[in-house]
């Protein structure tokens, strides 16, 4: 019976990857950072998922989870590492603190690392892969995310050379990269709490300046609500990167994904730009029209 690692499960892509691969007989290691939320996964599906305390962000929790699933798999090792946990920071850069990107990076990029370091002795002997989420943030990335969209590229690099640096030095791991569009998760439904917390953060100034910034995050989760794909579409790329005899090196999964994948790899820098800033536009007039009568 395979096993796997999953952070970041207690809702969306997580949740989503958890219940395919326990539906599939394997063994899920399941990130949570409460406690409760692991009870509910565990009650849910039973034997196959064993929950584990972890924040991605705490290298005591890295260190004891890593220490738990050895005793539980030994020589067998572990067949998956799926890195999912994430958080965003969103606002003008011009006005994002220096502890805002820290919290990102943190969780997003330096929490990754640690994990993928400490439980390479797990997957090389249990032959495995590593699955990292990205996003297509990672390749194209909307004013207000910098944060998150920064730590998105800067996994697109991780997997890159993870993946080369184990071909090279004949380590039987290997790494893939999912890079997923909109997805209908919980995160859309604090929506109206993000777009206060952007609001807060600027003087009366930057409110005028980047009104148009407020309505496009307003824009941008209206439409996260109403278009996202389901978890499940990235659970398919997830299941396909750790079952697959030929692996994709990169799944881009959601139509928007697709469309902008696509520019990404092909359109010069210019157009690239004009595509954003257009992009950009219809965010803000879906923002606008969606704005609540108090902000309007």
């Given at each position: 019976?395979?096993?796997?690692?999953?952070?970041?499960?207690?809702?969306?892509?997580?949740?989503?990857?958890?219940?395919?691969?326990?539906?599939?007989?394997?063994?899920?290691?399941?990130?949570?950072?409460?406690?409760?939320?692991?009870?509910?996964?565990?009650?849910?599906?039973?034997?196959?998922?064993?929950?584990?305390?972890?924040?991605?962000?705490?290298?005591?929790?890295?260190?004891?989870?890593?220490?738990?699933?050895?005793?539980?798999?030994?020589?067998?090792?572990?067949?998956?590492?799926?890195?999912?946990?994430?958080?965003?920071?969103?606002?003008?850069?011009?006005?994002?603190?220096?502890?805002?990107?820290?919290?990102?990076?943190?969780?997003?990029?330096?929490?990754?690392?640690?994990?993928?370091?400490?439980?390479?002795?797990?997957?090389?002997?249990?032959?495995?892969?590593?699955?990292?989420?990205?996003?297509?943030?990672?390749?194209?990335?909307?004013?207000?995310?910098?944060?998150?969209?920064?730590?998105?590229?800067?996994?697109?690099?991780?997997?890159?050379?993870?993946?080369?640096?184990?071909?090279?030095?004949?380590?039987?791991?290997?790494?893939?990269?999912?890079?997923?569009?909109?997805?209908?998760?919980?995160?859309?439904?604090?929506?109206?709490?993000?777009?206060?917390?952007?609001?807060?953060?600027?003087?009366?100034?930057?409110?005028?300046?980047?009104?148009?910034?407020?309505?496009?995050?307003?824009?941008?989760?209206?439409?996260?609500?109403?278009?996202?794909?389901?978890?499940?579409?990235?659970?398919?790329?997830?299941?396909?990167?750790?079952?697959a005899d030929r692996p994709k090196l990169r799944y881009l999964v959601g139509p928007d994904a697709k469309l902008s994948g696509h520019i990404a790899a092909r359109a010069p820098d210019r157009?690239?730009?004009?595509?954003?800033?257009?992009?950009?536009?219809?965010?803000?007039?879906?923002?606008?029209?969606?704005?609540?009568?108090?902000?309007?």
């Open positions: 019976m395979p096993s796997a690692l999953v952070t970041g499960t207690s809702t969306g892509i997580g949740k989503a990857c958890v219940a395919r691969l326990a539906e599939r007989g394997w063994t899920v290691f399941a990130g949570v950072r409460r406690r409760e939320d692991g009870e509910r996964l565990q009650a849910e599906h039973h034997n196959g998922v064993h929950p584990v305390i972890l924040d991605v962000s705490n290298r005591e929790h890295i260190h004891r989870v890593i220490d738990d699933i050895t005793g539980e798999v030994g020589e067998r090792g572990l067949q998956g590492l799926v890195n999912n946990a994430g958080v965003g920071v969103g606002g003008p850069i011009e006005y994002l603190r220096e502890d805002d990107w820290r919290f990102v990076f943190d969780v997003n990029l330096f929490g990754v690392v640690a994990l993928s370091q400490a439980a390479t002795p797990l997957l090389r002997a249990g032959r495995g892969r590593i699955v990292h989420i990205g996003s297509i943030g990672g390749r194209i990335s909307l004013p207000g995310l910098a944060p998150y969209n920064a730590s998105k590229h800067a996994i697109e690099a991780l997997a890159e050379t993870m993946r080369n640096e184990f071909r090279l030095s004949g380590t039987p791991i290997r790494v893939a990269l999912i890079e997923p569009g909109a997805v209908k998760t919980a995160i859309w439904d604090k929506g109206d709490t993000t777009v206060d917390e952007i609001e807060q953060r600027l003087d009366g100034v930057g409110r005028s300046r980047y009104r148009w910034l407020v309505d496009l995050a307003r824009g941008f989760i209206d439409d996260g609500r109403r278009v996202g794909i389901p978890g499940s579409r990235v659970a398919d790329a997830v299941e396909h990167a750790l079952t157009v690239r730009d004009a595509f954003i800033r257009m992009a950009s536009k219809r965010y803000e007039r879906r923002g606008r029209k969606v704005r609540p009568k108090r902000a309007a």
